[in-house]
Every structure is written in structure tokens, then in C-alpha cells.
């Protein structure tokens, strides 16, 4: 659609009923038989989308784009394009040199990813008529429907930010996941280690396989640092510079780093025991769109701690949901190129309810049913851009 031009735009087309759900719950359609249309609660959705947003959240962070946009495939490079061609230097030109005669035509494989799925998740709860009706005389503690719901709204953005947040051996193959960030930034040698349990760091779950093996080849690694064994090692200076240095020359420039507040005080403790910023500051403008690090118009909003590493100055985000793998560790530590990452939606948080109107009994039991309901993947188009350094011991 050529209204969809940002992200906000598809969430406003959304909610305002333009798109999605039109057709979709309708008198024919009725999935209680209700005879109703109204299920579909946009303004209280838009609302869990702005606390999402608002939330210190891996979500609100992310890039994001839309399947009605960009469809459910995608191109990738499997190797650094700059180094694809059959000579490692440029020609040295003379006068009489031929342009094109015996010029190599190689170009760099191109792999095509096809119907990545989103994956779906909700938070479903019903209150009783009973209980509607104890919350009208109850004291203490008077838990009411509306309350219930401000309660549900915000522990929905947590429970999918700890989805986002999840280690690659926190997840059940029983379903489709949201794939979370330490799966995007993985590698082989992450898959083959013995405390990780092989298809682990896979990505792009289907019904019946997965896009990106990580145990058959290293062309889907992030640069990342792990230790021997499963153990929390004390994070060094040398492990940023070093996992920074191999991710920069792959990627854009345009970096965040992402962990935990435990690991923030590890790293402060690392350039000094006294100081209570980072090097540098940095100014951030946080949209509806994810974390705008880039000068120009309409940044510059929100101060932010910095790292200086290989030349960038980094912003750093914490978040308490950041992956903690090792019991007594710090968390894992991500350098994340936002360029090269988007969480791709295909159903934007949505709230639907029923009520105890004239047709409860219908329902066969007189209840109000809730459900908060998101589709979404998480895609990266390269991944030697990324970066991670994994089981990070406690600042002692």
C-alpha cells in the first residue's frame, strides 16, 4: 500500500481499522456466535503498543517493519561482498588496456529466504461475572476488571520481551518462536558447544523445519566471544575491542550495544571504579520505529551513556529481561547494527474482549474473555555485523 511509507503509519492504518482486521471478525465470521463486530479493541491496543514503546524494552529498541510491506522473504549475501571477486587488488589502468576482455563476471551468492513465518503469541484471561460482581464490595484487595487489565497490559510487554530477551537454549520446539536476539547473534561454534544442545541457535522456525541451519556451516555466524566451557568469565577491554574489530568492517556503523545493569556496572568498574557514566555521551531519539542513533533531524532527544570502541561511540542500553546464561552471571553483552536487523510484524499488539451484554449466556459460561495478540519475526539480513560476548561474570 502506498500509505505505508513507516512503521507508525501501518499502526495507525491498523488500529483505524483500514487494515487487518476488516473481513477478518465479522457476522460470518462470529468465532461466538455473538452476532457482534466489536471484539476488537484498537484504541486499548494502541495504548499497550505505546506502553510497549515507552517500557525499558528490547521492543522498544528494534527496528520494525511490516510483512504487508516486505512480504515473508528476503535476499542474503552469504559472504563479505567486497570480497567475492576472482582478484584481491584493483587493476592498474594504461592506455591500452582493454575495459572488459577477460574480465571476471563472478558475482557473490545470493540465498533466498521464503516464507519466514511470523510467529503468534498471546496473553489470554477471562474474569467471571462472580468476580465482577465480589469486586464491587470487596475492600481490599479490589481487584477490578479494569484494573485486571492495566495488570495484564503490562506484564503482556514483559512476558514478550523476556520472549525477545531468551538465551538459544531457553526455547521449546513445540512451537513456532519469536526468535530472540541471542539466536540472531550466534555461530556455529556456538551450536557445536557442548552446553548448548544442537538446532538451538537455528533461526526462522516453520511447521516443519528452519531457514538458517547453524550446525551445517559458518555462514550464518555473528561475530561472538564464548568461553571454553559454560562458565562466567571477567569481561576485559580486549574481549569489546577485539569482537568490535571483526564486527565493524562487516557492518554500517550504526551501533548499540544492549545488555543488563549488572553488566553496565562490570563494565564501569573496567574504565572507572568511580565514575558513574560510560565514555562519552550520546543524544537518541526513541520512535515508534525502534532507536534512532544517527545526527540529523529529529534526533537528539535523549541522552545516553556511550562506549568508545574502534573509533564508534556507542550507545548502551540496558534491559532486566537481557539474557543471563550462566546462574551468578552478569548477562551477556550485544553489539547490535541497526541497519541490519528489524523485527518484521504481521499482527501489531491487538486487544479483543467479549462482555456480559444480552448474549453471555452464549458463551456457555458468563465470563468477560480477554486477549492480547501480536505476529511478529525477528530477521536479520547479515549477521557477521552483529556482535556478542556471552557469559560475562559479576563485577566484583
Not at 512480504?71 to 587488488?89: E, N
Not at 495484564?152 to 510487554?157: L, T, Y
Not at 561472538?224 to 568469565?233: H, I, M
Not at 574489530?245 to 564501569?268: E, H, L, M, P, R
Amino acid at each position: 500500500m502506498t500509505e505505508l511509507k513507516t512503521y507508525e503509519d501501518f499502526l495507525k492504518l491498523f488500529y483505524g481499522g483500514q487494515i487487518g482486521f476488516d473481513g477478518m471478525i465479522k457476522k460470518s465470521d462470529d468465532p461466538y456466535a455473538l452476532a457482534r463486530t466489536d471484539f476488537f479493541d484498537p484504541a486499548y491496543s494502541a495504548k499497550i503498543e505505546a506502553w510497549a514503546v515507552r517500557a525499558d524494552t528490547l521492543y522498544r529498541l528494534l527496528p520494525k517493519t511490516t510483512y504487508m510491506e516486505k512480504g515473508d522473504s528476503l535476499k542474503f549475501i552469504a559472504i563479505d561482498p567486497y570480497v567475492y571477486a576472482t582478484t584481491s587488488a584493483l587493476r592498474a589502468l594504461a592506455e591500452t588496456t582493454p575495459l572488459f576482455t577477460s574480465v571476471a563476471t563472478d558475482v557473490p551468492d545470493v540465498t533466498d529466504f521464503d516464507y519466514i513465518e511470523p510467529a503468534y503469541v498471546d496473553l489470554p484471561w477471562h474474569v467471571t461475572m462472580q468476580a465482577q460482581l465480589k469486586a464491587g464490595w470487596t475492600r481490599k484487595p479490589n481487584m477490578t476488571p479494569e484494573l485486571l487489565r492495566a495488570y495484564n497490559m503490562e506484564r503482556f510487554v514483559h512476558l514478550l520481551d523476556q520472549d525477545l530477551c531468551m538465551t538459544c537454549d531457553s526455547y521449546s520446539a513445540s512451537r513456532i518462536p519469536i526468535d530472540s536476539i541471542d539466536m540472531v547473534i550466534s555461530s556455529k561454534a556456538e551450536d557445536d558447544s557442548s552446553w548448548i544442545d544442537a538446532g538451538d541457535c537455528d533461526l526462522w522456525h516453520t511447521q516443519t523445519a528452519v531457514d538458517v541451519d547453524r550446525s551445517v556451516a559458518t555462514t550464518y555466524d555473528a561475530q561472538v566471544d564464548l568461553p571454553a566451557t559454560e562458565v562466567n568469565r571477567t569481561l576485559t577491554l580486549d574481549m569489546i575491542d577485539n569482537i568490535m574489530a571483526s564486527a565493524k568492517k562487516y557492518g554500517s556503523g550504526n551501533y548499540i550495544a544492549f545488555t543488563n545493569d549488572d553488566t553496565v556496572n562490570a563494565i564501569q568498574k573496567l574504565i572507572d571504579p568511580k565514575g558513574r557514566y560510560l565514555h562519552g555521551e550520546k543524544e537518541v531519539e526513541i520512535t515508534m520505529n525502534g532507536v534512532q542513533t544517527r545526527k540529523g533531524v529529529g534526533a537528539g532527544r535523549l541522552p545516553v551513556s556511550t562506549i568508545v570502541t574502534n573509533g564508534l561511540t556507542i550507545p548502551v542500553f540496558t534491559d532486566p529481561n537481557c539474557a543471563v546464561p550462566v546462574t551468578g552471571g552478569a548477562g551477556n553483552l550485544y553489539f547490535i547494527d541497526m541497519d541490519h536487523i528489524e523485527l518484521r510484524v504481521a499482527m501489531p499488539i491487538s486487544y479483543f474482549h467479549t462482555d456480559l451484554g444480552q448474549h453471555f449466556l452464549l458463551l456457555d459460561t458468563p465470563d468477560v474473555k480477554h486477549d492480547i495478540f501480536f505476529g511478529a519475526q525477528l530477521i536479520a539480513d547479515k549477521f557477521n555485523c552483529h556482535a556478542g560476548i556471552k557469559c560475562i561474570a559479576k563485577a566484583t
